[in-house]
Structures are given as C-alpha cells and as structure tokens.
C-alpha cells in the first residue's frame, strides 16, 4: 500500500478544523459528540485523510465510553500503533498506516474474539453506510 503525504496546508484545505486539529494534531473529540459513537447501521468507516477502508461495522460494539469502539480493523496492515506516553498515561496510539492520520487508542479491555477495544475518533472517520458507492 502506497503512502499518503500531503502538506500541512494541503491537508487544511482538505479537511474541517476539527477533523484536522485531530487527525493531524492528534486533538480528542469530547465523549459522546461523535458524529459515530452510536451509529451501528452496516457499513465501513473510512479514513478522513485518504479513503482507506480501516473499521467495518460488524466489529463495532457499544463500550459506553462515548467514542466509537471496534473489536479489530478491518486489516491490521491498514493500521499501526505507537506508545503514547502524554497526558501523564502510557497508551498505545493508532494511527492510519497510509496517511498518518491519528485515529484513536487501543485498549486491552475489548470483547471477545480479540479482546482489544479500538477507541477511535469520529472525526478522523467517514462512514459510508452499506450499499452505497
Ligand atoms: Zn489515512
């Protein structure tokens, strides 16, 4: 998979100010103002910054944290974690393995079959509901 590079002020002029002060700043959006922490209609939710397909529905679950969560993405390569040591905590960070975007964390308290909670950020996502182009 080819790499995604653009410019800071290329990838201002792509995306919103939320969505870049997160995927590009790795900002939080506040729990439960998601525009997908409670959207569980089929479908693949993609990569703000370059399309890549990362989370798909059906590993979605309801954590209760306000963020929406997945059991795995959709393609391990798609993704790549890093330690996050801010805020005073050690995280593991996921990021998007082809543009860089920051998605979310990545917590070993997740259901069964992986027993991982990927906590993701709505804004670093685009959902593209099942069916559609
Ligand atoms: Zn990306």
């Known amino acids: 998979m080819d790499k995604v590079r653009k410019t800071e002020a290329e990838w ?6 939320m969505e870049f002060a997160v995927a590009r700043e790795k900002g939080t959006e506040r729990a439960f103002t ?3 922490w409670d959207t569980f209609t089929p479908g693949i939710y993609r990569c703000v910054g370059c399309g890549t397909p990362l989370f798909a529905s059906d590993t979605k679950f309801d ?11 959709i393609d ?16 593991t960070e996921v990021l ?10 990545v917590f070993p308290d ?8 990927y906590c993701i950020n709505s804004v ?5 509901p099942q069916g559609e182009e």
Not at 12 to 17: D, G, I
């Open 12 to 17: 201002k002029a792509q995306l919103t100010p």
């Open 34 to 36: 998601g525009r997908y």
């Open 63 to 73: 954590a209760g944290c306000g963020w929406p969560s997945y059991f795995e993405p």
């Open 76 to 91: 391990p390569a798609r993704v790549r974690e890093e330690t996050d040591t801010t805020h005073g905590m050690v995280r």
């Open 96 to 105: 998007c393995n082809i543009c860089d975007a920051h998605l979310g964390h």
């Open 110 to 117: 997740g259901p069964e079959p992986t027993g991982l909670r």
């Open 124 to 128: 670093s996502m685009k959902f593209e």
